[in-house]
Antibody, heavy 118, light 109 residues
Framework: QVHLAQSGAEMKKPGASVRVSCKAS????????IHWVRQAPGQGLEWMGW???????TNYAQNFQAWVTMTRDTFITTVYMDMRLGPGDTGVYYC????????????WGQGSLVTVSS | SSELTQDPAVSVALGQTVTITCRGD??????ATWYQQKPGEAPLFVIY???NRPSGIPDRFSASRSGNTASLTITGAQAEDEADYYC????????????FGGGTKLTVL
């Protein structure tokens, strides 16, 4: 079955960088786009961007474009989200698989809590 | 700020019908996907396309779209339906091609 397994919680200082990983299993890794979504504490969902695991092409939301890089390693079916952190970047970061047929996210990782504190 | 607008909170009596709405210009061109999120859990998609339920989602969940408004209806709400619900759609803006609504907290009384 499809599974997206994310890396564990991180605590970082403002100005530091964090890497969150998302290991995919149970399907053909290169067939499906992976998206990243952030949820600040007590807040809603915020779309960050996507990566095409086949080509490595990416598309970032304007709010994240200067701070985020998404990459993938096809050999270990893992997608990475690297981010330079500011004070307001505390939240849970989710990876999600985009369905083939439409724009929905049909499987989600469990989420990775990133805490930014000085 | 979100370009899909949802009411922050809605309540429904157990067994009754409730509709959660989502408004935005992108909905004139794209269908909405609806996600359910319970505390401490990842979102779960409950409706995709115009009105399609993924496997395992009860048929009390349905959706519709008209003009700039998408709606999620729960017919005969159950206690386990208490959750946050988010709408999402594609958008035409190059630098923000996916949108989420701000979420609606559903309370089942």
């Amino acid at each position: 079955q499809v599974h997206l397994a994310q890396s564990g919680a991180e605590m970082k200082k403002p100005g530091a960088s964090v890497r969150v990983s998302c290991k995919a299993s149970g399907y053909t890794f290169t067939d499906y786009y992976i998206h990243w979504v952030r949820q600040a504490p007590g807040q809603g969902l915020e779309w960050m961007g996507w990566i095409n695991p086949n080509s490595g092409d990416t598309n970032y939301a304007q709010n994240f474009q200067a701070w985020v890089t998404m990459t993938r390693d096809t050999f270990i079916t893992t997608v990475y989200m690297d981010m330079r952190l500011g004070p307001g970047d505390t939240g849970v970061y989710y990876c999600a698989r985009q369905a083939l047929a439409d724009s929905s996210f049909d499987h989600w990782g469990q989420g990775s809590l990133v805490t930014v504190s000085s | 700020s979100s370009e899909l607008t949802q009411d922050p909170a809605v309540s429904v009596a157990l067994g009754q019908t409730v509709t959660i709405t989502c408004r935005g210009d992108s909905l004139r061109s794209y269908s909405a996907t609806w996600y359910q999120q319970k505390p401490g859990e990842a979102p779960l998609f409950v409706i995709y396309g115009e009105n399609n339920r993924p496997s395992g989602i009860p048929d009390r969940f349905s959706a519709s779209r008209s003009g700039n408004t998408a709606s999620l209806t729960i017919t005969g709400a159950q206690a386990e339906d208490e959750a946050d619900y988010y709408c999402s759609s594609r958008a035409t803006r190059i630098f923000q091609p996916w949108l989420f609504g701000g979420g609606t907290k559903l309370t089942v009384l």
